[in-house]
């Protein structure tokens, strides 16, 4: 990521004032935890995406970030309910991701004659092979809208898992803890 | 009229601003046995519910990118500091046509000292007297042998961790041992070995070793969230709290200044605020004055202090003040190293964290003649920090695809780009400068600053420099040198707008003549004798060095010889 320290705090600009982007943290942290008190049989009730689409939602994360033999993917990490909320508070992201979602069924449905999730493994596979890469707009112009959609999906799904507990993990970071004295860098032959 | 409510009492000292420079003023002066009032437009903090140290992103629910995603692409902004912010509702600011200004401002106590970099660096003999070296600018009315004790007393008390290394651009301090570096940064002390550039231990406010009641550091690498042990530096938490100690100081926060009251014998008598809470005019009556509210934020309340004796702002009548704005000349660049790809599992953590280093690249080329004059320094970043949203976009973008592979790239190239930040010295020039808007006021009634900027070719003929330097790091290191930058437009080789380094100085600068400066070398105003200016406002030069340590060198120094003048009745 290429991003520097005052990069960083070029942020804390918008219109909101840290105090207060705090503060609405905290009134999300404090709903969420309300949320999964109330439903105790952990079924996410989505905020923005109807059911349908947010059952779409869950497939496209699964695809983008699969469980393996190292670790969970997106769906283990939450990145669904991650994207769903964040959606649900932005107009952007509803155009977006909303909008990117209702694309892929209209396409599948004009290309295979039903949703993505009604598309079997191998249409389905084969349109995420198009939208996933950016080449595809020079033979397939109208496949435009759907490479936006998945390029904002993935980095998304990204966030959602790699700062996810199974994600940090995944990945080998094992700071944020209390040490003595710091070690330096292991001895390696590379570094 | 609003209805003036008008405290009887009379303070000693009233300070305007409780950052850097107002946090020493009150330690100082309250030490020294005088009754403070100190004015912070802000709330009072309170690290303990304040401070998100030690969350994991997880431990929220927007993982840090805030509510719809706002601060995405602001990496972790949940997780800092109530610092700040480059805009404030209710508080708008003006940049002139043409230019670019950003203007970072804090309103809470301990001011944007709460999440600066803590990189701690004394100014060098050479520093002090450019115009005698290259005839640009002005010199200092003081020398470093002034500043040098001031500069030992601020760096024993706060702690600054740094190594004896005799480099004449970057004088030794006071310091406790430094942490050992990063992998990322091993990998760019050999290269500069190569290259003959200079990479030694980083200088930072953040003990390494108990000091004065604070623990030593836990190496957590988050000290941009605030410190809950204050084993970094923090007016907050190490400056104010003394000074309370002393039971003389009084702490008025939520109190924005309007304006300073002259008295009939021409001497400041009172200070004119807005009670935010209450919407009230109020005013605080004092012996004399440490204005310390920022450098933009002093000037802006001295043009705003009009009167028959000072109509074009108190203490202004060389019309120096807002004039001579600066701020450090800054370009970033990054690399990616393969070689970091294969390092194992490690904790990278550290002191200070992700640009808040343990190496750095002081001014190297002081010895020979270069095409631009004065110098600049260099502040790595990267590595294998907690992961925070946005961190992988880039490589998103560039690898495209999905499933597996794309999650086994991502953690491939986790924690394998290292960038740096190089800042360097601004030359003065007539058109970089902040005066009153004529037509706008924030929420509170009080006229707004409009900035005029603009950068001079020996700014750009450094940032080109400072480029080329990163590339030449870089490639000797083995990386592939990633950043790309126009030459031209109107951010060359990278170059950062106005404001952007939030090292902005010289707007109520020092000297020896009244008519071209507004303070003397004590920080007192020409004009006003019961009146100080003790942040970067006084500074006469930009050198490359982060400013808070020599803000506090100075105000440290100020305050004793306000303490002194008082002493012997002379304000």
Known sequence: MHISRRDLLKSLGMTAAAGSVLEAADKAHRMVSAEKAAAPSGVYTPKFFSAHHYKTLRALCQAIIPPDHESGGALEAGAPEFIDLLTSESKDFQLRLGGGIMWLDSTCTERYGQTYLQCTPGQQEEILDLIAFRKTVNKYPRLGPGIEFFSTLRKFTADGFFTSEIGIKYLGYIGNTYLKEFPGCPATPEA | ?571
């Open chain 2, 1 to 571: 009229m609003p209805q003036v409510i008008r405290s009887p009492k009379v303070y000693d000292v009233c300070i305007i601003g409780s950052g850097a420079a107002g946090g020493a003023a009150a330690k100082v002066l309250t030490e020294g046995g005088v009754s403070v009032a100190m004015l912070e437009a802000g709330p009072p903090l309170d690290p303990a519910k304040d401070f998100k140290e030690h969350l994991w992103p997880y431990d929220l629910p927007h993982r840090g990118g805030g509510v719809g995603g706002k601060l995405r692409g602001e990496e972790a902004d949940e997780f800092m500091a109530p610092n700040g912010a480059w805009e404030i509702p209710g508080e708008p600011y003006v940049s002139a046509p043409g230019s670019t200004f950003r203007w970072f401002r804090s309103r809470i106590v301990g001011g944007r000292t709460n999440h600066w970099g803590r990189v701690a660096l004394r100014f060098s003999a050479a520093d002090f007297k450019p115009r005698s070296a290259d005839g640009m600018g002005d010199d200092w009315p003081i020398a470093y042998e002034d500043l040098a004790p001031y500069y030992d007393k601020v760096e024993s008390y706060i702690g600054v961790f740094g190594s004896k290394e005799n480099i004449p651009s970057s004088p030794d301090g006071v310091f406790l041992p430094p942490p050992k570096p990063r992998c990322t940064e091993t990998i760019l002390k050999r290269a500069c070995d190569k290259l003959n550039i200079l990479c030694v231990p980083a200088r930072m406010a953040i003990l390494t070793r108990p000091l004065n009641g604070r623990p030593a550091c836990h190496y957590c690498g988050q000290c941009a969230r605030g410190c809950k042990s204050a084993s970094n530096f923090s007016s907050s938490q190490v400056l104010i709290p003394p000074a309370q100690t002393t039971g003389r100081l009084t702490l008025i926060t939520s109190a924005m200044a309007r304006e300073i009251v002259l008295g009939k014998d021409g001497k400041a008598e009172a200070v004119s605020y807005v009670d935010r809470t209450t919407k009230t005019e109020k005013r605080v009556h004092a012996r004399s004055f440490v204005v310390a509210a920022s450098t933009c934020e002093s000037a802006r309340l001295l043009l705003n202090s009009r009167s028959t004796l000072f109509p074009e702002g108190l203490a202004n009548s060389s019309g120096v003040v807002g004039r001579n704005l600066m701020d450090s000349v800054g370009s970033w660049g990054s690399g990616y190293f393969p070689q970091l790809e294969k390092m194992p599992s490690h904790n990278h953590d550290g002191s200070g964290g992700n640009y808040l280093p343990h190496v750095y690249m002081p001014w190297w080329k002081f010895d020979r003649k270069n095409d631009f004059l004065r110098g600049y320094h260099i502040e790595p970043g990267g590595g294998r920090f907690m992961p925070v949203v946005q961190q992988f976009d880039d490589e998103c973008d560039r690898f495209e695809g999905y499933g597996s592979s794309l999650k086994q790239h991502c953690r491939r190239s986790y924690g394998a780009s290292i960038g740096m930040e190089a800042l360097g010295e601004m030359l003065p020039n007539q058109h970089a400068y902040c005066e009153l808007d004529p037509n706008a006021v924030d929420e509170w009634g009080i006229p707004v600053l409009r900035f005029h900027w603009h950068a001079g070719e020996n700014e750009i003929r450094m940032a080109k420099d400072m480029q080329q330097t990163f590339r030449a790091i870089v490639e000797a290191a083995g990386g592939t040198y990633s950043t790309e930058v126009t030459t031209d437009g109107p951010t060359p080789y990278g170059l950062y707008d106005g404001g952007t380094a939030i090292h902005e100085s010289g707007t109520v600068r020092m000297g020896d003549n009244p008519k071209n400066s507004a303070l003397n070398k004590y920080c007192q105003a020409h004009d006003v004798k019961n009146l100080f200016v003790t942040d970067a406002a006084a500074f006469v030069t930009s050198p490359d060095k982060n400013p808070t340590l020599s803000i506090l060198a100075l105000s440290w120094r100020a305050s004793e010889y306000l303490l002194e003048q008082a002493k012997k009745g002379n304000l």
